[in-house]
């Protein structure tokens, strides 16, 4: 019955190691959607795909990269993991940009080392 | 720039009592507004939305109010159960924006049996 899974829900990297996380829909949603989620912090979106239009938020860094093959896959690349990136990461979906309900998956707990 | 306020932070009641969580946004050109629950660790769970045109909106022991033009939203809880603890969050979305959710950093309910 899951909607919006998430892989891995836990992940260990060391500083500057690339990683990815991995997110994946039943929902054939139009809109996916990455947050971030730090410590006791209210999430922040970083970017979002609209099909296959990507939109990036002004603020998110560089070493943050995104990829949606097709509409049920979204990934999240972080190309050289900082101290600072450690952070729950969220994926959401909805059917479309502005009204509906946004879904959101269980995270990944991302820690650097 | 939007900004959203949840207060309290923090708030402890005992089981059976009601309650209410406020949430407050700067700007009240909103096109909706979500209330979420997130459990520790865990992802988010929609609660209610309640569109920019709407006043309330009820699910069960929830109701949630909208007062557009006062910038204010409240999350009244009935009968309260300790499987309610957890933290609450209220997000809005802006109109052309692509969906962006713009939280509050939550209100941490704890119901004591």
């Known amino acids: 019955d899951a909607m919006v899974i998430q892989n891995p829900r836990y992940q260990v990297t060391q500083f500057g190691k690339p990683v990815t996380l991995s997110c994946s829909q039943t929902l054939n949603h139009n809109v996916m959607y990455w947050y971030q989620q730090k410590s006791s912090q209210a999430p922040k979106l970083l970017f979002h795909y609209y099909d296959k239009d990507f939109n990036n938020e002004a603020d998110t860094p560089d070493n943050f990269q995104s990829r949606r093959p097709n509409t049920s896959f979204c990934f999240l690349d972080i190309r050289s993991p900082g101290l600072g990136d450690a952070a729950m990461y969220l994926c959401?979906?909805?059917?479309?940009?502005?009204?509906?309900?946004?879904?959101f998956g269980p995270g990944t707990r991302l820690t650097v080392l | 720039k939007q900004e959203v306020t949840q207060i309290p932070a923090a708030l402890s009641v005992p089981e059976g009592e009601n309650l209410v969580l406020n949430c407050s946004f700067t700007d009240s050109a909103i096109y909706n507004l979500q209330w979420f629950r997130q459990d520790p660790g865990k992802g988010l769970t929609s609660l209610l939305l309640i569109q920019s045109s709407q006043r309330e909106q009820t699910s069960g022991r929830l109701n949630a109010s909208l007062d557009k033009s006062s910038g204010r939203s409240t999350l009244y809880i009935a009968a309260s159960q300790p499987g309610d603890s957890a933290t609450y969050l209220c997000a809005v979305t802006l109109y052309n924006q692509g969906g962006k959710l713009i939280f509050g950093q939550g209100t941490e309910l704890s119901v004591k049996p």
């Open positions: 959401a979906t909805s059917r479309d940009p502005s009204a509906d309900t946004q879904y």
